[in-house]
C-alpha cells in the first residue's frame, strides 16, 4: 500500500531563511509524488510532481524537492522564505489501480513565516 | 478557462439531513475525485468517477454515494448526515490516464449540527 508521512506538523521560519518541509513515503512500485499547497479557504495548488524522471524537481514560486530512492524521502525545500509562503503543505503520493489514480495526503506541515 | 468550480461554498444541515455537492471539472476533463478533508487533516479518497460510472471507493460508508453526467460534471451525496461528516469536502478533475495532475476545485464547507 502508498502511504506517506510528514515528519513536522509546523515548522516556522522568518522571512529570507531557508525552508524544509519533511516528507518521507512507501511505495511497493516506482511512486508519483506531488507537493500540493493551501492557502486559508482556498483550493489545493500543485507545487511540483515527481513521475520517475529527474530525481531534483523544480516547482512554482522557487520551491524545488529532491527524490531520493535510499532513503525514501522527498523534502520540499526553498532558499528564502516569503510571507507568502505562510500555508499548509501535503506531500502526496498517487495510488495507481489498474489504468486509473488516486491521490494519499500526508496530514500536511503548516509553514509560519515571520518578519 | 475555467478552472474546477464547487457549489455551494458553504452549507450547514442537521444530522439526519442528506446533502447535495456539485461539481464542474476543468475544461477538456472527463474524470472526477471526490475527497473529504477533515478539520486538521490531510485530503481522504472518497471515491472516482470516469464515464459515468464509479472507478474506485476509498473507505466510505455507503451513506455516501456520486454521480457523473454525460458532460462530466458531478454530484456527491450525503445520507443521514452525522456530525461527523463535518468538513471540507474537495472535487478534483483530470484528463484520463493515471498520469495526469489532478487539479482542485476551491471546496464546499459542509457543517453538521
Known amino acids: 500500500a502508498q502511504s506517506v508521512t510528514q515528519l513536522d506538523s509546523h515548522v516556522s521560519v522568518s522571512e ?3 525552508v ?3 516528507c518521507n513515503y512507501s511505495s511497493s512500485y516506482s511512486p508519483s509524488l506531488f ?5 486559508p479557504n482556498k483550493g489545493l495548488q500543485l507545487l511540483l510532481k515527481y513521475t520517475s524522471a529527474a530525481t531534483l524537481v523544480k516547482g512554482i514560486n522557487g520551491f524545488e524537492a529532491e527524490f531520493k530512492k535510499s532513503e525514501t524521502s522527498f523534502h520540499l525545500t526553498k532558499p528564502s522564505a516569503h510571507m507568502s509562503d505562510a500555508a499548509e503543505y501535503f506531500c502526496v503520493v498517487s495510488d495507481r489501480f489498474g489504468g486509473y489514480n488516486k491521490l494519499i495526503f500526508g496530514a500536511g ?3 509560519a513565516v515571520h518578519p | 478557462d475555467a ?3 464547487q457549489s455551494p461554498t ?3 444541515k442537521t444530522r439526519g439531513q442528506q446533502v447535495t455537492l456539485r461539481c464542474s471539472p476543468k475544461s477538456g476533463h472527463d474524470t ?3 475527497y473529504q478533508q477533515a478539520l486538521g487533516q490531510g485530503p481522504q479518497f472518497i471515491f472516482q468517477y470516469y464515464e459515468e460510472e464509479e472507478r474506485q471507493r ?3 460508508p455507503d451513506r455516501f454515494s456520486g454521480h457523473q453526467f454525460p458532460n462530466y460534471s458531478s454530484e456527491l451525496n450525503v445520507n443521514a448526515l452525522l456530525l461527523g461528516d463535518s468538513a471540507l469536502y474537495l472535487c478534483a478533475s483530470q484528463q484520463g490516464s493515471s498520469y495526469n495532475e489532478q487539479f482542485f476545485g476551491p471546496g464546499t464547507r459542509l457543517t453538521v449540527l
Open chain 2, 10 to 12: 458553504h452549507l450547514i
Open chain 1, 35 to 39: 507537493w500540493y499547497v493551501q492557502h
Open chain 1, 109 to 111: 506541515t503548516r509553514l
Open chain 2, 32 to 34: 472526477v475525485s471526490w
Open chain 2, 58 to 60: 476509498g473507505n466510505f
Open chain 2, 3 to 5: 478552472g474546477v468550480t
Open chain 1, 16 to 18: 529570507g531563511t531557508p
Open chain 1, 20 to 22: 524544509l518541509l519533511r
